[in-house]
Nanobody, 123 residues
Framework: QVQLSESGGGSVQAGGSLRLSCAAS?????????MGWFRQAPGKEREFVAL????????LYADTVKGRFTISKNNAENTVYLQMNSLNTEDTAVYLC???????????????WGQGTQVTVAS
């Protein structure tokens, strides 16, 4: 089982940027894997943000982040990234990376999860 660990969260002013990293350990991410970023704010459901298919590089974004966020990966580093630009207060949440085998935005279909990293955007 691949273990995931997020980093790069923090506090930023509205309009600022952060880059999140999700490092895999205990094995390399397989080419069949789908890597997703999700976020969860207090009292709200877990929300899809972006995904990338490890082998093909196919990418999908939530409408709320399209044009502002960029998901990418580095095969050699066994890491997936989320570059977040033009952040606003509604982006405040715990951001989690996840690994699955299906191309889906449904978090219940993912089987490996990191612990999450807090992103706080101040007005």
């Amino acid at each position: 089982q691949v273990q995931l660990s997020e980093s790069g969260g923090g506090s930023v002013q509205a309009g600022g940027s952060l880059r999140l990293s999700c490092a895999a350990s205990g094995g390399r991410v397989y080419s069949s894997s789908v890597m997703g970023w999700f976020r969860q704010a207090p009292g709200k459901e877990r929300e899809f943000v972006a995904l990338i298919r490890w082998h093909s590089g196919s990418i999908l974004y939530a409408d709320t982040v399209k044009g502002r966020f960029t998901i990418s990966k580095n095969n050699a580093e066994n890491t997936v990234y989320l570059q977040m630009n033009s952040l606003n207060t509604e982006d405040t949440a715990v951001y989690l990376c996840a690994r699955g085998s299906r191309y889906t935005t449904n978090p219940s279909e993912y089987y490996n999860w990191g612990q999450g990293t807090q992103v706080t955007v101040a007005s």
